[in-house]
């Protein structure tokens, strides 16, 4: 028997707060849940998804997108295999024909976790990083971050700027989602401010003619090794919550909700 998705009424989804749906991907393994997943996605989606060299990445995209089609139909009285997507003019996927106008999504996934942020009437954009891969990490800041964050982040002791590093790559990284534009934003010219105990603060070079005030940031720690942020295009004046919610796509049984502020 195929799972399906439940028959409950669609949550609300308010102007004053995020949901973010987290998936360990790799926690996922009963088949018959993965057979109804390949049968969520659409044409495009499964040939993307066979592009992939390694099983497991074919794995992880196949959870992560039946995620994005499971959470955006608890908000709608669509079918998950039903939505049809478009990619703007840099290759970000938005909703096509959505019946319910202004719900806005965002996707990320590395090696352990995914995850999917929802918002209503305005732009979000999301970012999960393994901080246990392999390779460069803080030798990247001094090419690609802002003179103030390499220089903060320099500043730190050797043992520290690994963690810092993450958190400034997952911010910029949430950002350029929300503004939908990715790389085309060279990361050099808009900067994050971390203070303890105060949530973090974005500034922009003039070239970039953005306003810090209209953007919020939300970080959080979704296990030992995945660090992850939040971007919210909604003014500093204005309340905001950012509800993260565990989830295993189409199983049910989940556990409450965590809030955190904005």
Not at 39 to 49: K, M, P, T
Not at 77 to 97: C, E, H, I, K
Not at 167 to 196: C, N, V
Not at 229 to 246: E, H, K, T
Request: net charge neutral; with cysteine; charged share 25%.
């Amino acid at each position: 028997m195929t799972p399906s998705p439940p028959s409950t009424p669609p949550l609300t989804l308010r102007h004053d707060e995020v949901h973010l749906w987290v998936v360990e991907p790799e926690r996922v393994t009963d088949p018959r849940l993965l057979g109804a997943y390949v049968a969520l996605l659409d044409e495009s989606e499964r040939a993307r998804r066979l592009r992939f060299r390694f099983e497991k990445h074919q794995h992880q995209f196949l959870v992560s997108h039946a995620l994005v089609r499971v959470t955006l139909s608890r908000y709608a009285p669509v079918p998950p295999q039903a939505w049809r997507f478009a990619n703007n003019a840099y290759g970000r996927p938005d909703l096509s024909g959505s019946v319910l106008p202004g719900l806005r999504f965002n996707l990320s996934h590395t090696d352990g976790m995914a995850v999917c942020a929802v918002a209503l009437d305005t732009d979000v954009g999301a970012d999960v990083e393994d901080s246990g891969r392999q390779g460069q990490t803080v030798e990247l800041a001094d090419s690609f971050f802002a003179p103030s964050e390499v220089a903060a982040l320099r500043a730190l002791p050797p043992e520290r700027q690994r963690e810092r590093f993450f958190e400034y790559w997952t911010l910029k990284e949430s950002y350029i989602k929300a503004r939908g534009m990715g790389l085309s934003l060279p990361l050099d010219q808009f900067a994050f401010h971390l203070e303890p105990g105060q949530p973090p603060r974005i500034s922009f070079d003039p070239r970039l003619a953005d306003e810090p005030g209209s953007w919020r940031f939300v970080q959080l720690q979704l296990s030992e090794r995945h660090p992850a942020a939040v971007a919210v295009r909604r003014a500093w004046s204005l309340p905001l919550s950012v509800r993260c919610q565990r989830t295993v796509p189409l199983a049910g049984d989940e556990p409450p909700w965590v809030v955190t502020a904005g």
